[in-house]
């Protein structure tokens, strides 16, 4: 058995690899990400405590979806589990996709993780499953999602005001796309 089969590589990268999430992934940090107060600063996780029996619901609904790819994003060099990819809400009539991160080892911030992730499934996205467009969505105040959306290719195609309410306020959520051209 090669090194790749037996570690479920979904889609290689250079110091990540991209697997199917399974079930024993919220053995780790996996639920301590999602009830981080930091980690969840910007995205839909973090308003209500979240647990073992919920998180396994997740994963366990997520592997039978018909209308989602949920990955796990594994640092090579330690063969940890960093954080996670998705497209989500794949539309496969319209041919699109909601793209989401969430890179839950703090100590893997700002090293491009995420760039390399995005750019392995987007790749996939349009080449092996044939979607035309992927998109997403980040609150005006989250300065590093916007970034990479547009490191990532991705052109800012509007503003829903004060579509989201966080600490006390509402803030805007900023759009972005991507056409396989």
């Known amino acids: 058995m090669n090194k790749r089969n037996f570690k479920n590589i979904f889609l290689d990268g250079e110091r990540i690899y991209l697997k199917p999430l399974e079930i024993k992934d919220i ?17 839909s996780h973090g308003k209500f405590p979240l647990n073992t029996y919920r998180l396994r619901g997740y994963v366990t609904s997520a592997k039978d979806s018909k209308d989602s790819i949920i990955l796990a994003i ?32 703090k100590s893997f911030w700002d090293k491009g993780i995420m760039f390399e992730a995005g750019t392995l499934l987007i790749k996939h ?26 490191k990532l290719g991705m052109t800012k195609e509007g503003e829903r005001k004060e579509s989201i309410y966080n600490n006390g306020k509402f803030y805007s959520i900023f759009e972005y796309g991507i056409l396989n051209k």
């Open 125 to 150: 996205a349009f080449k092996n499953l044939n979607l035309h467009r992927i998109y997403c969505g980040t609150s005006s105040q989250n300065i590093g999602m916007q970034k990479l959306a547009l």
């Open 27 to 43: 053995d780790g940090n996996y639920l301590k990400w999602l009830n981080d107060e930091d980690v969840v600063k910007y995205n």
């Open 74 to 105: 594994i640092f090579k060099k330690e063969d940890i589990h960093v954080g996670n990819i998705s497209l989500q809400s794949i539309n496969w009539i319209d041919r699109k996709a909601e793209i989401s991160f969430v890179l839950g080892e």
